[in-house]
């Protein structure tokens, strides 16, 4: 069957029927990879894809700026606003503690350099790579987009997996955002469609549904 909008639907339906546990679990994409070479591919697929319909949680949006971006960042719903003072001197434990606080870390892109010093070794491990934010941007667009965003990343094994929404969010809404993923993925691999060898979909603590299986 060939992987549509409506294929996807439907074995979000199914995994959604799986009883479930008592918190709100998230509804995960897992495409699994076929003839690719893992280690010469490992590093290049990081894909930040923004959700057309939304995660469906809340994520931690923190800041790294000054002056009247870091007053727009407090006054937009940022988690945490650290400002090139709050760097300075920062030791590993807190900077530890910033880092498992975050989901994403919003940085405006002249103080790069000094959250790379501070940040970066604690962002590095946890796979939360600085966005970079032109100054005379608008940090609450920003927050906002990366507030759905999530990291398609490929590691050490043919697979890809990551969150698509939430077991309450529709069916419908669910497979568009999966579907955007998929076209963010395939567009970073070799041989595109081809290098796909099946999509599976499941909640956090359900069974996997293989699409059109």
Do not use: H
Not at 71 to 88: I, W, Y
């Amino acid at each position: 069957m060939p992987l549509t909008k409506e294929s996807l639907a439907q074995a979000v339906e199914k995994a959604l029927a799986y009883k479930r546990g008592n918190f709100k679990e998230s509804v995960e994409l897992i495409i699994v990879l076929k003839d690719v070479n893992v280690k010469e591919l490992g590093g290049k697929i990081r894909e930040t894809v923004i959700l057309p319909k939304g995660r469906g949680k809340d994520q931690s949006i923190c800041v790294v700026a000054d002056g009247e971006m870091a007053e727009k960042a407090r006054a937009s719903g940022a988690l945490m606003v650290l400002t090139p003072s709050d760097l300075q001197g920062m030791s590993k434990k807190n900077a530890k503690k910033i880092a498992d606080k975050c989901d994403w870390v919003l940085v405006k892109t002249d103080l790069m350099a000094i959250v790379g010093r501070t940040l970066g070794p604690a962002l590095g491990p946890r796979g939360k790579a600085p966005v970079p934010v032109p100054p005379t941007a608008d940090i609450s667009a920003f927050i906002s987009r990366y507030k759905n965003a999530i990291v398609a990343r490929l590691k050490d094994q043919p697979q890809i997996m990551t969150a698509v929404g939430t077991v309450d969010m529709k069916p419908e809404d669910i497979a568009e955002n999966a579907l955007s993923v998929i076209t963010a993925v395939e567009a970073k691999l070799p041989q595109g469609e081809a290098n796909i060898g099946k999509i599976i979909v499941k909640t956090t603590m359900g069974a996997p549904i293989e699409v059109g299986g």
